[in-house]
């Protein structure tokens, strides 16, 4: 079974208190410079995979989207996407990211925020997204970065007095399973290198964009506790590609 951590009650309800949670897409640190890669989106089919609270679904309907379909494996993720959307024009499916099965070029947009490195194989989730993506049409996503998610436990180094020392990064070549800390509870990621997520973009057909380490945005360094922490190394890497026109 394809794991869904947000549907429990402990880990959903500590999520939702986060900032991004709260705030949305101004909450989110990253955001400052996803935004910057994302596409014209008028009058785009755009496909969201991993749609949370839907954030990025009514983003770009508000700048122009002609549909949006936002999949999520959370039932919790979707109905509290479903309270927030009073547009008609988005429409939200619960289930699971590697289940997609669109016909061809369905879509001229598709995006992910940070959910594919919840997923065990990015080259059969590249290949569906190829497959429903129109020619020219753009993927854009976030993961947590290699450098992350190498370690497992996700966690820095203290001293013996509980000050930060270092991240550590250890394990960096053996991609798969890590059993990752989050929220304070356990959550199944899958680490892989730099080299394997360009590479699986270049062999299906994808031209490379762009590619981003984002540091924080100024004004929440001193606004959310531990985020000036986050300059110290990268937590998250952004890409854009384009589906070749040939």
């Not at 014209?40 to 989207?65: I, Q, S």
């Not at 998610?149 to 013996?160: I, K, L, M």
């Amino acid at each position: 079974m394809k794991q869904n951590k947000y549907d429990d009650d402990t880990f959903f309800n500590k999520y939702s208190n986060m900032d991004r949670s709260k705030n949305g897409l101004e909450g989110a640190g990253e955001w400052h410079e996803l935004k910057n890669m994302l596409p014209d989106f008028k009058d785009k089919r755009v496909l969201d995979l991993g749609c949370g609270f839907g954030w990025h679904c009514r983003y770009a309907v508000e700048n122009g989207a002609r549909s949006v379909i936002g999949i999520d494996i959370s039932q919790k993720m979707l109905s509290e996407a479903k309270s927030k959307t009073k547009c008609g024009n988005i429409e939200y499916i619960c289930m699971p990211i590697e289940d997609i099965d669109f016909p061809e070029e369905s879509f001229d947009v598709v995006i992910s925020s940070l959910a594919l490195h919840y997923i065990k194989s990015f080259e059969d989730v590249l290949d569906r997204v190829y497959k429903c993506l129109s020619r020219g049409g753009d993927f854009i996503f976030s993961v947590e970065h290699p450098i992350f998610t190498a370690q497992g436990p996700q966690d820095w180094y203290y001293d013996d007095k509980g000050n930060i020392l270092h991240w550590p990064v250890d394990h960096y070549f053996t991609e798969g399973i890590r059993n990752a800390k989050f929220l304070g509870e356990e959550v199944i990621k899958y680490h892989r290198t730099l080299t394997t997520y360009l590479n699986s973009l270049i062999k299906i057909g994808f031209e490379i964009t762009g590619v981003f380490e984002p540091k924080p945005e100024e004004n929440l360094l001193n606004r959310v506790p531990g985020m000036r922490d986050e300059l110290r190394r990268p937590m998250m890497l952004l890409v854009s590609a384009r589906k070749k026109l040939y």
